[in-house]
Nanobody, 120 residues
Framework: QVHLVESGGGLVQAGGSLRLSCAASGVILRFNVMGWYRQAPGKQRDLVATITSGDSTTYADSVKGRFTISRNNAKATVYLQMNNLKPEDTGVYYC??????????????WGQGTQVTVSS
């Protein structure tokens, strides 16, 4: 079992900043990739950013230059720094992690989500 717990969401005005955190725990041997996804009301869940074990990052075009994904291996935590937020960034942000457990089994886990609301 791998558990992911997100925090850091909230209500912010357009142009503001938030920092999301996702702490992982459980029978983890290694992470292959960790990432953030968001789901706006009535829409599908879309990728926001990912970071691999080699620290390679990818971003959705809509957040490039505004969001930064990073991680702390010692704390098994991934972060999403969000700057210059826009109303269209509103949604539930979910953390995702894929890797290998100590039982030599692949895992893919999701957190419960954290709400981000950006007012205009």
């Amino acid at each position: 079992q791998v558990h992911l717990v997100e925090s850091g969401g909230g209500l912010v005005q357009a142009g503001g900043s938030l920092r999301l955190s996702c702490a992982a725990s459980g029978v983890i041997l290694r992470f292959n990739v960790m990432g953030w996804y968001r789901q706006a009301p009535g829409k599908q869940r879309d990728l926001v950013a990912t970071i691999t074990s080699g620290d390679s990052t990818t971003y959705a075009d809509s957040v490039k230059g505004r969001f930064t994904i990073s991680r702390n291996n010692a704390k098994a935590t991934v972060y999403l720094q969000m700057n210059n937020l826009k109303p269209e960034d509103t949604g539930v942000y979910y953390c995702n992690a894929e890797g290998l457990s100590i039982y030599n089994q692949d895992f893919a886990s999701w957190g419960q989500g954290t709400q981000v609301t950006v007012s205009s």
